[in-house]
């Protein structure tokens, strides 16, 4: 699986709330949500610094001191159920 290419976005109904250590993004329009571990939580609010899914990546795995291609694995699959509950927009280049 690939990271996505564009740029990523939290639609404006989405919100993150926390719980203990562990972060749930709620899309309030849809109902649709998807609980994050503290990882996930951190990608997450590097993907909404950044609105990149490689500098996000590149960034997690420095600060995490993990492979980046490890990095890269599970931040495609977060990216890729994150879209399609319509808690993130890629916008495609």
Known sequence: MDLPVG?????????????????????LATGHYHGLTPT???MVALLEETGDALETARRTADELKTPLE?????????????EQRGLIVVERV
Do not use: H, S
Request: proline share 3%.
């Open 70 to 82: 490890t990095v890269t694995d599970d931040l495609a699959q977060l990216c890729e159920d994150l």
């Open 7 to 27: 740029r990523i976005t939290l639609p404006k109904d989405v919100v993150r709330r926390a719980f203990g250590e562990d972060k749930v993004l709620l899309n």
């Open 40 to 42: 996930g939580g951190y």
